[in-house]
């Protein structure tokens, strides 16, 4: 009796051990394990959201990425290959972040005549903005805007101090109190599309707060982002 609940217990303790290992070995030789521990902080309202809601597989199996990434070790291949998960697309911010209303619709962002900000910023990517994991909304300067906007000619200016003034002083911190980003924010204020006094508009600080993972400081959003996946 004494022997056969022994054998029975050994036997449970070499199959968990043999299962362990077994678990051991897979993740170990799985490319993703390492990777699975090194994400940051999500941005604010992505915490529910799957990994693979974003993280794709890359092209090819293992043995072809690794095969590849020889190659380019070697110098026969130009570009390194990705393993495991291929870069972040911005096809997959649009499945969830659809707004009609865009203002700077990525289209507009990767025109030939902004390659020096592309180059520098990244602005034809969501992530040259909104870099994932460093649990902020945005992660570019509130003044980008400077890098686009410095010769622009607002006509019939309703706004006190004037957009010519705010330029030629180099007020780039002040864009964002009057001007949501990409305009899914009700904005408009009295008789112009968005407030034309600084008193009028939202608080230095609370436009900081909104960047980074505070209040929004906007305002319900007019279109709302997808929930899509369910929670992990
Ligand atoms: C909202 C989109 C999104 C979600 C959801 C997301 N990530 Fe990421 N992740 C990114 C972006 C963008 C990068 C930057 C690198 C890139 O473009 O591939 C990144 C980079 C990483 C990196 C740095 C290494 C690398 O591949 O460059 C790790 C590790 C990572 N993510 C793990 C995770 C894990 C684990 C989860 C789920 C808990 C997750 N991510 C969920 C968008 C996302
Ligand atoms: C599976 C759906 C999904 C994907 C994919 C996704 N998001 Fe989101 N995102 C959400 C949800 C849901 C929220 C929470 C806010 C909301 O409900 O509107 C959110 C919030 C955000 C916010 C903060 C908005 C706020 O006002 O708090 C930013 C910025 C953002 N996402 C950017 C991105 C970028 C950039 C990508 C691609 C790298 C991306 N998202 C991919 C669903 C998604
Ligand atoms: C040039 C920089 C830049 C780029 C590129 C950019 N964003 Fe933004 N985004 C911002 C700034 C600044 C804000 C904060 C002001 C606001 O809320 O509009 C913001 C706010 C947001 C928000 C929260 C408010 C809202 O509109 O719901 C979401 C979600 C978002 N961005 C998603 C995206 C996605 C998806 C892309 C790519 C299609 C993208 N962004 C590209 C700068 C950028
Ligand atoms: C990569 C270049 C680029 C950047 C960076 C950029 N914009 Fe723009 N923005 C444009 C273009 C292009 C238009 C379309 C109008 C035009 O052709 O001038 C536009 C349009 C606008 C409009 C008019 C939208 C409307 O239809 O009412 C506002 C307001 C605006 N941007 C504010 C900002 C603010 C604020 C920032 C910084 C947070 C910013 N922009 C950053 C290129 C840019
Ligand atoms: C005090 C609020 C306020 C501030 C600060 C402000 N704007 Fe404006 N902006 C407005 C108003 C109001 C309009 C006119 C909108 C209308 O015609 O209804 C406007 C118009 C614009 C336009 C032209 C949009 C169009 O429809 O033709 C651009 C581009 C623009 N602003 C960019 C900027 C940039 C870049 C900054 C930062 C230096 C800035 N604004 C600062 C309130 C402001």
């Known amino acids: 009796m004494t022997r056969l609940i022994f054998t029975r217990a050994r036997k449970r303790a070499y199959g968990a051990a043999v299962i362990a290992l077994l678990a051991l070995l897979s993740l170990l030789m799985w490319p993703d394990a390492a990777w699975l521990q090194a994400a940051g902080k999500p941005t604010p309202g992505h915490e529910n959201l799957q990994c693979s809601a974003c993280h794709m597989a890359a092209p090819g199996e293992l043995r072809q990425q690794l095969q590849a ?30 707004r009609p209303t865009e203002h700077h619709p990525l289209s507009l962002m990767g025109e030939l005549r902004f390659l020096d900000v592309q180059t520098e910023h990244g602005v034809h990517n969501c992530t040259g903005c909104h870099q994932e994991h460093h649990g902020v909304r945005v992660t570019a300067s509130p003044t980008i805007c400077s890098n686009c906007h410095s010769d622009d ?11 010519a ?16 980003f990409h305009g899914n924010h009700q904005m408009k204020t009295g008789d112009y599309n968005y407030p034309s006094t600084l008193e009028q508009g939202v608080a230095s600080q609370d436009v900081l707060d909104h960047l980074g993972a505070g209040k929004s400081a906007y305002g319900p959003v007019l279109h709302p982002a997808k929930q899509g996946v369910s929670p992990k």
């Open 153 to 163: 000619l607002v006509v019939n200016d309703p706004i006190t101090p004037d957009h």
């Open 165 to 180: 003034a705010l330029f030629a002083s180099g007020k780039w911190d002040s864009c964002l109190r009057c001007h949501d």
């Open 69 to 98: 990434s020889f190659r380019y070790l070697l110098g026969l291949r130009a570009s390194p290959a990705p393993i495991g998960n291929a870069e972040v697309a911005n096809s997959a911010c649009y499945a969830c972040h659809e």
